[in-house]
């Protein structure tokens, strides 16, 4: 009788089912206008992203708070079939999902703008470089970015001498070269994939010529740069995990060169991880960059 009563359990639950065809969607409502293409700085750890964050929140239609985290994990919830499913639920489709994940990321950034009086909000999370792109799908290929490079052997000084580690590699030295190697082929990927979007620019050019490398890297993106940029030691900056030193920098100046104080043979795996160009003053030329906004 147990066996029968289940089946017959069964059979009305499926005939007295609801006919629904299509579930009905909850909307999320927003009061204000969003702003429609923000901005990511995409670099290194210590390739300068710190100095350049404080820059564009010292812009008077830009806000730029600390290092989010947050952003990437909402662009990796995009790619799981279990929060599509949850989705689903609601009658969210993955385009509607999508765009309701990217609403959700960006609410902070959204109200500190908002805060700020300001029109676009900027992001400033080395970690990011790693997922640039399911980010960039997150926002529907909305955001634009500033790409900041600094030489490579500056950036693996400064990272071994702080004791960091990206990655698990045993060698505390071969760790970084690795990483900022890896960092340098994701840089360029993106650039190359969305350079429309994108400027990208050196570290010590931003140094020994900010307004100069600032105005041509904001005109690549469709913005204007603003003398207030400069003056960014006077403005007031929300504290966060980013570079504690640059808090009380009032003035730009540029930290290179530290490397050639190297043994010989770690001048010589550097070489092998960067090229010949390793051991020079100059690594970078974005000159050739410059013919998109006419100033070469």
């Given at each position: 009788?147990?066996?029968?009563?289940?089946?017959?359990?069964?059979?009305?639950?499926?005939?007295?089912?609801?006919?629904?065809?299509?579930?009905?969607?909850?909307?999320?409502?927003?009061?204000?206008?969003?702003?429609?293409?923000?901005?990511?700085?995409?670099?290194?750890?210590?390739?300068?992203?710190?100095?350049?964050?404080?820059?564009?929140?010292?812009?008077?239609?830009?806000?730029?708070?600390?290092?989010?985290?947050?952003?990437?994990?909402?662009?990796?919830?995009?790619?799981?079939?279990?929060?599509?499913?949850?989705?689903?639920?609601?009658?969210?489709?993955?385009?509607?999902?999508?765009?309701?994940?990217?609403?959700?990321?960006?609410?902070?950034?959204?109200?500190?703008?908002?805060?700020q009086g300001k029109a676009i909000w900027a992001d400033k999370t080395p970690?990011?470089?790693?997922?640039?792109?399911?980010?960039?799908?997150?926002?529907?290929?909305?955001?634009?970015?500033?790409?900041?490079?600094?030489?490579?052997?500056?950036?693996?000084?400064?990272?071994?001498?702080?004791?960091?580690?990206?990655?698990?590699?045993?060698?505390?030295?071969?760790?970084?070269?690795?990483?900022?190697?890896?960092?340098?082929?994701?840089?360029?990927?993106?650039?190359?994939?969305?350079?429309?979007?994108?400027?990208?620019f050196d570290y010590s050019e931003l140094c020994d010529a900010p307004r100069?490398?600032?105005?041509?890297?904001?005109?690549?993106?469709?913005?204007?740069?603003?003398?207030?940029?400069?003056?960014?030691?006077?403005?007031?900056?929300?504290?966060?995990?980013?570079?504690?030193?640059?808090?009380?920098?009032?003035?730009?100046?540029?930290?290179?060169?530290?490397?050639?104080?190297?043994?010989?043979?770690?001048?010589?795996?550097?070489?092998?991880?960067?090229?010949?160009?390793?051991?020079?003053?100059?690594?970078?030329?974005?000159?050739?960059?410059?013919?998109?906004?006419?100033?070469?």
């Open positions: 009788m147990g066996v029968l009563r289940w089946h017959y359990n069964r059979i009305k639950s499926y005939i007295g089912r609801p006919r629904m065809i299509v579930q009905q969607q909850a909307v999320a409502v927003s009061d204000h206008e969003r702003c429609e293409h923000p901005v990511f700085v995409l670099g290194a750890h210590r390739s300068g992203t710190s100095l350049l964050r404080r820059m564009l929140n010292s812009h008077p239609d830009i806000a730029c708070p600390p290092e989010s985290f947050f952003i990437a994990h909402y662009a990796a919830m995009q790619d799981d079939d279990l929060v599509q499913a949850g989705y689903d639920g609601f009658g969210y489709d993955h385009e509607a999902m999508r765009d309701d994940l990217a609403r959700k990321a960006s609410e902070l950034h959204e109200a500190f703008r908002i805060a970690q990011y470089l790693a997922s640039a792109e399911a980010i960039d799908r997150l926002f529907n290929q909305r955001p634009r970015y500033l790409l900041i490079y600094r030489h490579p052997c500056d950036i693996v000084h400064s990272l071994h001498k702080r004791g960091w580690k990206q990655n698990d590699i045993d060698d505390p030295f071969e760790s970084q070269l690795v990483y900022v190697k890896q960092s340098i082929n994701r840089l360029d990927a993106f650039y190359a994939a969305h350079a429309d979007r994108a400027a990208r100069n490398t600032l105005s041509s890297a904001m005109a690549q993106i469709g913005l204007v740069f603003d003398p207030a940029m400069l003056d960014f030691g006077n403005k007031d900056h929300n504290f966060g995990l980013e570079d504690p030193v640059i808090r009380g920098k009032t003035n730009i100046e540029a930290s290179k060169g530290a490397w050639r104080s190297w043994t010989k043979g770690q001048k010589e795996r550097a070489i092998a991880a960067f090229g010949m160009k390793a051991l020079d003053d100059t690594y970078w030329d974005f000159s050739a960059d410059l013919a998109r906004t006419g100033e070469a």
